[in-house]
RNA sequence: GGUCGGGUGGCCGAGAGGCGAGGCAAGGGACUGCAAAUCCCUCUACACGGGUUCAAAUCCCGUCCCGACCUCCA
């Protein structure tokens, strides 16, 4: 089987991934700042990475995955006073809204998941290192800044330089601290009614940046694997972590992964067009499973252009493979063991290539179906199996008890029994050429949401998917 | 202004010098009392203009169009 290769942002380039540690993966992903519904696009990015973390450890590694949850900045606190609740009580709120997001998706828990306002003292540990060695200052108003133009590198990731960048419009030169427009907050002073923490240089609150270089260092040390999110992260907040922990000392992220938009009309979801596209509304049209399926679909790194069409159609096709491992599972008279083929793992190895993925699921549901229609039981485990190996890396597994449907074994069995009575009715009155009674007998389980297909091992029911 | 990415068949979506990924849709066929499911076959493509090459969707130059980041953002 070849190496794993994967894209790194800040080479533009697919390269052979080496962990630091032999057998060993530390990824760090950032998370979302928790002060709103969770909308697709966030979710993608989780999806993503999950399909990372999950091939990671089919492929041997032991990983350890940390995923943040910013829960304090500018725009919480804003929305909590126009709420007029506590800033808190907004944070947990929607905390737990992407949690339950996550996990109806199948979205591996994280390792750990550490909130910022929990870290406010390795913030502060990393900012008196920062500011001892001369990196950062503190002007004496509260607020504490890196001093980027003192750095040996800046902008590595995006590619960009310093002078070309425009400064914030609004930045009053008379009134900032700052040294340089470009140098960026790592805390930044108390306001009157918002939290704040006391530290050496006065009370305050983490800027953006600050939190993710203190926890990636208390949880994965001062160098680790992979670190990932959106493309929107690259600049500034990504840069400036790199700016934060090399100017500390630390080795910081080997690679950097980041995720592309879902995009509408070819933009990307912003506040308005993104309350369309939240997580809960788009379970309304179809199931976890299948929306799973859908966002993982594409390659991380394209755009995937919502669209409603789209979004069926890619859950039809997903039934058509589901309905093929649920006949695999009948005639094998058990579930499926997960398998990967070497097609499938030749794919995930070129950049987790889920695309060309596809293609070879898509060749093991054709041979499989012709398994089927063989009755050649060997085919069909081969296939059903590699196909349920593949889902299991996507995170799409249909046996997968994340995703079991609220039926027991007990009233399917019951189920069972009474349909197979009517379908005993119905094969009589087909023995007899009575087609008006059969077909009302199957009309009659249609209505009941009961499909039922005549196959060469006789029929077969199953419970109509609504679409 | 700077940086980064993209434009592929009716639709979705890969590929990144040489056998037309794959799926959906469409048309034809097989199976079937019908239906469903399934299988087989067929079809349509690389934004535009130049260039390099034996060979270009892929490399180079130019043009047009779209998007992202430089302010919070998955």
Redesign the pocket.
């Known amino acids: 089987m070849p190496a794993l290769n994967l894209y790194d942002t800040a080479t ?1 380039s697919v390269s052979q991934f080496t962990p630091i540690k032999p057998g060993e993966v530390s990824i760090y992903v ?4 928790v002060q709103a519904s969770p ?1 697709i ?2 979710v ?2 989780g999806i993503n990475f999950d399909i990372l973390r999950r091939w990671l450890i089919k492929s041997g590694y032991q990983v350890t995955f940390i995923r943040n949850v ?1 829960d304090i ?3 919480i606190l804003d929305k909590a006073s126009h709420e007029d609740v506590p800033w808190w009580v907004l944070t947990m709120k929607y905390e737990r809204e992407f949690s339950a997001a996550y996990a109806g998706l199948n979205v591996m828990p994280p390792t750990y998941e550490p909130r910022a306002t929990g870290h406010i003292t390795q913030m502060i540990e990393l900012m008196q290192i920062l500011i001892d060695n001369g990196s950062a200052y503190a002007p004496g108003n509260g607020d504490v800044y890196l001093e980027v133009r003192k750095l040996k590198r800046y902008l590595t990731l ?4 310093i002078d ?5 419009a609004d930045l009053d030169a008379a009134t900032s601290q700052k040294r340089d427009p470009r140098d960026f907050a790592l805390w930044k002073a108390a306001k009157p009614g918002e939290p704040s923490w006391p530290t050496p240089w006065g009370a305050g609150r983490p800027g ?1 940046h600050l939190e993710c270089s203190a926890m990636a260092h208390a949880y994965l040390g001062e160098r680790f694997d992979i670190h990932g ?9 990504h840069e400036n972590e790199i700016a934060q922990s090399e100017a500390a000392g630390f080795g910081f992220a080997q690679r950097w992964m980041h ?5 509408q009309s ?4 912003s506040k308005s067009l ?1 309350n369309s596209l939240l997580v809960e509304k788009i379970l309304q049209r179809v199931r976890p499973i299948e929306l799973r399926w859908y966002l993982g ?3 991380y790194r ?4 919502y ?1 409603e ?2 979004l069926d ?2 859950a ?2 997903f039934r ?1 493979i589901e ?2 491992l649920k ?1 695999a599972a009948e005639l094998l008279g058990k579930t499926p063991e997960a398998l990967i083929s070497d097609a499938f793992a030749v794919a995930m190895n070129d ?1 987790l ?1 889920v ?2 993925g ?2 070879t699921i ?2 093991n ?2 041979l499989g ?2 398994g ?2 063989d009755a050649d039981l060997a085919a069909i485990s081969k296939n059903a199996s590699q196909i349920r190996g593949a889902l299991e890396i996507l995170g799409c597994d249909p046996f997968d008890s994340n995703f079991a449907g609220s039926t027991s074994d007990d009233l399917t069995q019951l189920m069972d029994g009474v349909i197979k009575l009517s379908l005993a009715e119905r094969a009589a009155a ?1 023995d007899r050429k009575d ?1 008006a009674a ?2 009302a007998i ?1 009309d009659g389980l249609a209505a009941l949401g009961i ?5 060469a091992q006789g029929p077969r029911w199953s419970i109509t998917e609504k679409s």
């Open positions: 533009r950032c998370g979302a700042t909308h696009g966030h993608r990015s910013t900045d500018d725009k995006s590619g960009q330089r070309d960048l425009l400064t914030a953006w999110g959106g493309l929107d992260l690259i600049f500034p907040h995720n592309a938009w879902v995009t070819g933009e990307k979801m993104g679909c594409a390659h394209s755009m995937l252009e669209s069409q789209a159609e890619s039809i096709a058509r309905g093929f006949r950049d290539a695309p060309a596809l293609a898509a060749e549901l054709r179906n012709q089927i229609t087909r087609f059969s077909d199957r499909t039922i297909e005549d196959t």
